[in-house]
Nanobody, 125 residues
Framework: QVQVEESGGGLVPPGGSLRLACAAS????????MGWFRQYPGKKREGVSC????????YHHDSVKGRFIISRDNAKNMVYLQMNRLKPEDTAMYYC??????????????????WGQGTQVTVTS
């Protein structure tokens, strides 16, 4: 089971950038596809981006394609999300987790996921 700690969120103006980081422990992340998820107030969490175990493929929610880049460093057990050209609608709590599904149109966490505390991203002028 992978435990995670997210960081890097903050308050940025529209068009700005942030880099989120996910420090994993408990199990080598090389055994898992990894994903970033976000949750709007009162809404279910949704998959934003995911990356396969060896970083051969990445997939993104349509709303962030061309703006967000997901990467991983298996040696350091770290996952990153570079967020560029941020929009107000990107404002949400962002979470990292192992991804049960990671392919086009499907970014889904394991049913038994242990969510971290998340990191808040707020995009506002």
């Amino acid at each position: 089971q992978v435990q995670v700690e997210e960081s890097g969120g903050g308050l940025v103006p529209p068009g700005g950038s942030l880099r989120l980081a996910c420090a994993a422990s408990g199990s080598p992340i090389v055994n898992y596809a990894m994903g970033w998820f976000r949750q709007y107030p009162g809404k279910k969490r949704e998959g934003v981006s995911c990356i396969t175990r060896r970083a051969n493929n990445t997939y993104h929610h349509d709303s962030v394609k061309g703006r967000f880049i997901i990467s991983r460093d298996n040696a350091k057990n770290m996952v990153y999300l570079q967020m560029n050209r941020l929009k107000p609608e990107d404002t949400a709590m962002y979470y990292c987790a192992a991804a049960f599904d990671c392919y086009a149109g499907h970014i889904r966490e394991y049913d038994s996921v242990n969510w971290g505390q998340g990191t808040q991203v707020t995009v506002t002028s």
